[in-house]
């Protein structure tokens, strides 16, 4: 069983150490949950190694393209985010 409490738990325990780091998980209701702690430089290494994990697993179970297709979309659909919370302010 999941439990959300110690999720939260973890990320309080991460922001009090002062650590530099990249937290993401999927929540209760099933939406992405993502913090960042530390510089922007460090963070975005943070990103960088999920983003090589992510491609590595996909590249061994369907290819090369697949890895390329699904890290080009990842990075849109950020920048999507990135540019639609502007527009809402």
Partial sequence: MID???AEQAKKLLAESSLDYTLAY???DNDAIGDVQGTV???AD???TI???VGE???DK???KAAVEM???ITLKALGLIYSDDQEE
Avoid: N, T
């Fill in 4 to 6: 959300y409490k110690k």
């Fill in 26 to 28: 999927i929540g209760e």
């Fill in 41 to 43: 430089l460090k963070a």
């Fill in 46 to 48: 943070c990103i960088i």
């Fill in 51 to 53: 983003m090589q994990a």
């Fill in 57 to 59: 697993h996909v590249r």
């Fill in 62 to 64: 369907y290819g090369d």
């Fill in 71 to 73: 890290l080009q979309s």
